[in-house]
């Protein structure tokens, strides 16, 4: 090798490595500043001194052979890397490159760092679910992972080093999304049909230089067939919802705004329906049984609405919320002075006040026997009574009855009339719960759905899989648990298609984990917190399931003033 004096020296001193040369006559011409400090010299001393008297170590050097020594010196280990040059005056220069042990050592476990980090790289790459593909800002293939030649429907051998113009394909790929993000210079996501008919969104984006050019594109290749039957299965079942709403659709937006319509799809409720409108016009006494919250109030209007009082009163009396001592007062009537506390005028009870009407006596198993007496004579002579008076009043009434007890096992406990029962079962109509007519159950959601939908100025729709949850439920609260459910989803979901993650039950399990968790945190949640989170959390559940006050009370056991208080306490 020949270097002109200038570049030699330039070579030497600039080198990051240590470097010493030395003439023929092995006296020492350059020592650069690296090597000054690797073996602890002074360059203005050894310049021009016998290099084997300044460093005697350097005599067991040989050039030409091709070996690296290992040499120590001032406690420092190096490699030393003999070779010679030729100067532009013809003389040979005997140079040695000095590495520090520690320093190679540095540079080989760096070496081995970089290689450890591309091997995690390599597998993060090859872990990804999604297809990925380098290339170079001239469309090269730089890699691809295992994930692309699955998604692409390309062989990976088949893009090893080569270009994407050599993968474009009239039919199934135009164009490479790799061209499209080096030209545009920004990224960009196309569709595209594999050869075996799937379709995949490919999304390029450029990595810029410090230029700002693109020098390598990233492509992620992603299988958007599943998404695609999803969409497909979500359109069926919109259809499907829309073939849901056009069987009901007629019934729905006429009855949509009358809150006392009955729907009727399955054969029990049909049958019932027939029932009253065949019962409509005769003035016998109905008796209407099933559990609470099965539509027995719908059935008696609907009977009343169908007979020749629909212009007349229809007033309905709860005997199961009015305490007892004010039933009576409440039915009949009372003079002026009847009673203290009474209204100086006195008052016309609720059988006047229906004259030519109809009197729905819901819950009639909850009256006293001392009561049921004063019903019976009422049955029988349509004569009202009222409390302190002497002369009675005839009133044209038709009496509907309902109850969610069993009457039959009633009168044989003694709790409750036999005449009383017989005066009132002259029409026995028998509602059955939700669960066992569950056809009732989507066009009644649709129903209501529609119903609160325009209530609150909401577009909120079912799906099939909440319907289905819906049919598969057991209802304790029948149709008015139903109603109370279709509204707190739309109030509360914000979801527009409902899901069955919005089913108030599916939340109650979370509030019930929400609830433990939180007396578990004893630091946020007091005793008496916790106490009433739970309390409430009950009441709620209680309201749904049953109609009154005294009813929640026996099923929680406590008194009836008791769950009044809660409930007002509650804001329930």
């Known amino acids: 090798m020949v270097l002109k004096e200038a570049k030699l020296k330039d070579f030497i001193m600039k080198n990051t490595n240590g470097i010493i040369a030395a003439d023929g006559n092995n006296k020492i011409t350059y020592i650069n500043q690296f090597a000054e400090k690797i073996l602890n010299i002074d360059s203005e001393y050894s310049i021009n001194k016998d290099l084997f008297s300044v460093i005697p170590s350097f005599r067991q050097i040989t050039f030409n052979t091709g070996n690296v020594f290992c040499m120590s010196e001032n406690d420092l280990n190096y490699y030393i890397v003999p070779f010679n040059v030729k100067g532009e005056n013809g003389h040979l220069l005997n140079c040695y490159i000095i590495i520090e042990m520690e320093g190679y050592k540095s540079l080989k476990d760096e070496i081995n760092h970089q290689k450890e980090v591309i ?17 170079d800002n001239d469309g090269k293939i730089l890699h691809v992972n295992s994930s692309y030649e699955r998604v692409a429907a390309i062989k990976r051998e088949d893009m090893w080093g080569k270009s994407m113009r050599d993968l474009i394909n009239p039919v199934w790929m135009p164009n490479s999304v790799a061209y499209v993000v080096i030209e545009q210079k920004q990224a960009v996501s196309k569709k595209q049909i594999t050869k075996d008919g799937r379709n995949i969104i490919v999304t390029g984006m450029p990595i810029f ?17 599943e998404i695609y039957e999803l969409r497909e299965e979500l359109l069926k079942e919109k259809k499907l919802n829309r073939t849901y709403l056009e069987n009901y659709k007629e019934f729905i937006e006429k009855n949509q705004d ?84 009474a209204n100086q005028s006195g008052k016309s009870g609720l059988f006047e006040a229906a004259n030519g009407g109809t009197v729905f006596l819901d819950e009639v198993g909850e009256t006293s026997l001392e009561l049921q007496v004063k019903l019976l004579r009422f049955l029988e002579t349509k004569e009202v009574r009222r409390v302190g008076a002497v002369e009675g009043k005839i009133v044209d009434v038709r ?24 005066r009132l079962n002259v029409v026995r109509i028998k509602v059955p719960p939700l669960r066992k007519r569950v056809s009732d159950i989507a066009p009644l959601s649709m129903m209501f759905l529609i119903r609160y939908n325009q209530r609150y100025n909401q577009s909120k729709e079912l799906t099939i899989d909440v319907i289905k949850e819906l049919e598969k439920y057991n209802w304790p609260g029948n149709i008015r648990e139903l109603k109370n459910v279709i509204e707190n989803m ?75 208080r809660k409930l007002k306490k509650y804001n329930l």
């Not at 790289?121 to 679910?129: P, Q, R, T, V």
């Not at 009163?313 to 009673?339: H, M, R, V």
């Not at 509907?400 to 096992?409: G, P, W």
């Open 258 to 341: 009358d809150n006392d319509c009955i729907l009727a799809v399955s054969k029990p409720m049909q049958d019932i329906l027939d029932l009253t409108k065949r019962v409509a016009n005769f003035q016998a006494t109905v008796l209407i049984l099933g559990e609470s919250g099965v539509g027995k109030e719908m059935v008696a209007k609907c009977i009343h609405n169908n007979s020749l009082r629909k212009d007349k009163p229809f007033i309905t009396i709860n005997c199961g919320a009015i305490p007892e001592n004010l039933l009576e007062s409440e039915l009949f009537g009372y003079e002026k002075g009847a009673f203290t506390g």
């Open 209 to 225: 230089d410090k230029n700002g050019e693109v020098k390598k594109v990233v492509i992620n290749a992603r299988d958007i067939s």
């Open 399 to 422: 009496i509907i009855a309902a109850t969610n007890r069993d009457l039959d096992e009633m009168v044989n406990d003694g709790t409750f009339r036999e005449d009383l029962f017989y």
């Open 119 to 135: 091997d995690e790289l390599n597998e993060i790459l090859e872990g990804s679910y999604d297809g990925i593909l380098v290339t």
């Open 490 to 564: 739309v109030v509360v979901s914000n979801n527009e298609y409902l899901q069955i993650e919005d089913l108030p039950w599916n939340k109650e399990k979370n509030t019930g984990k929400k609830i433990v968790s939180m007396i578990d945190d004893t630091e946020n949640l007091t005793l008496m917190e916790a106490t009433e989170l739970l309390e409430k959390t009950m009441l709620e559940k209680a309201k749904i399931k049953y109609q009154t006050t005294r009813a929640i009370a026996d099923n929680l056991g406590v008194d009836q003033s008791t769950i009044v």
